[in-house]
């Protein structure tokens, strides 16, 4: 009994979190010949109730995570839009560049 509730406590929290990037961090992706800024992504609230509503239902909220983390790689690589989160970023490769040390 203990083991699945941690399950779903963990899989709410990912939904949630996944509810929240749609809803603050989507943003579309301008195309590389047009100079202007990333516009955000507004969904109608009746797809936030549903993301909200999903987030408490066991095996539909890691569905949903599990859909969102797909989808999200995929219109990035296709260069429709992405979420603007630590998640999704490539980590980059710190260098020391100070001469004093060399």
Do not use: H
Not at 13 to 42: F, G, M
Not at 69 to 92: N, T, V
């Amino acid at each position: 009994m203990a083991a699945s509730t941690i399950i779903y406590i963990l899989s709410v929290v990912a939904s949630l979190d996944a509810t929240y990037l749609l809803a603050y961090c989507l943003y579309d992706v301008p195309s590389s010949y047009e100079k202007r800024e990333p516009k955000r992504i507004i969904l109608p609230r009746i797809a936030y109730i549903v993301f909200l509503i999903v987030a408490f239902i066991p095996l539909l909220n890691t569905f949903a995570v599990t859909v969102f983390i797909f989808a999200a790689l995929f219109f990035k690589a296709c260069g429709d839009w992405q979420i603007k989160s630590w998640l999704f970023e490539k980590p980059e490769v710190k260098t020391d560049d100070n001469p004093e040390k060399k």
